[in-house]
């Protein structure tokens, strides 16, 4: 089942407090994105980070119009809960890409 974003409060650094849908919340620590690089350069200005919004027609948070992580994605680092199974053989082949 596919949990939504409804409420983001950035807490620091790069932490940003989650509430689902469901009412399960967490916090979520971006700081994994910062050595991506590509469109996550872009974190490493804390004030554009400190931007984001919630996309309430993807259930998402967003940066700008180019930069987003999947709901899926945050409910599992906020909540603890697994990937959707789906998701998890392109998380192993995320990693292997590395």
């Known amino acids: 089942m ?11 650094g790069y932490k940003i407090e989650i509430i689902f849908d469901d009412g399960r919340s967490g916090i979520v620590d971006f700081t994994e994105y910062l050595d991506r690089g590509g469109v996550f ?10 931007s984001y919004k919630i996309d309430e027609e993807v259930g998402t948070i967003v940066w700008g119009n180019e930069i987003d992580i999947s709901p899926e994605k945050l409910y599992s680092k906020a909540t603890g809960a ?15 890409r590395c």
Not at 41 to 50: A, R
Not at 82 to 96: A, C, V
């Open 2 to 12: 596919l949990r939504d974003v409804v409420s983001a409060r950035y807490k620091e």
């Open 41 to 50: 350069e872009k974190f490493k200005d804390i004030t554009f980070f400190k």
């Open 82 to 96: 697994p990937l959707p199974n789906w998701m998890e053989s392109n998380s192993e082949m995320e990693t292997q």
